[in-house]
Nanobody
Framework: QVRLAESGGGSVQAGESLTLSCVGS????????MVWFRQAPGKEREEVAS???????TYADSVKDRFVIARDNAQNTLYLQMNVVKPEDTGMYYC?????????????????????WGQGIQVTVSS
């Protein structure tokens, strides 16, 4: 059974740093595209960052140069290092994995039929 479990969320002040973790199990973690999404109240889900199986990252413009996505295949863990956080970074953060492929396709990642998902974890940034 596939499981993705996020941890590391919480409340921080603007300008601080926070690291999210996501442990995957039940599938070959190293072979799949991994991605972080977030959703703020009243807003659509947003792809924050993705990472291919060959460690090629992609970032949303809103987090570029502040966030870093990384993976430790030996620990089956995906990370999101969030630096210089802003109040607009507040939201529920979700870890997801493409069910089949190591490359990251934005259209595939928008489909819950083609991805595995974690339960999400809350991040709150206060000004």
């Amino acid at each position: 059974q596939v499981r993705l479990a996020e941890s590391g969320g919480g409340s921080v002040q603007a300008g601080e740093s926070l690291t999210l973790s996501c442990v995957g199990s039940g599938y070959t973690f190293r072979a799949h595209c991994m991605v972080w999404f977030r959703q703020a109240p009243g807003k659509e889900r947003e792809e924050v960052a993705s990472l291919t199986s060959t460690d090629s990252p992609t970032y949303a413009d809103s987090v570029k140069d502040r966030f870093v996505i990384a993976r430790d295949n030996a620990q089956n863990t995906l990370y999101l290092q969030m630096n210089v956080v802003k109040p607009e970074d507040t939201g529920m953060y979700y870890c997801a994995a493409d069910r089949e492929y190591g490359y990251c396709d934005a259209q595939r990642l928008r489909s819950k039929d083609l991805t595995y998902w974690g339960q999400g974890i809350q991040v709150t940034v206060s000004s």
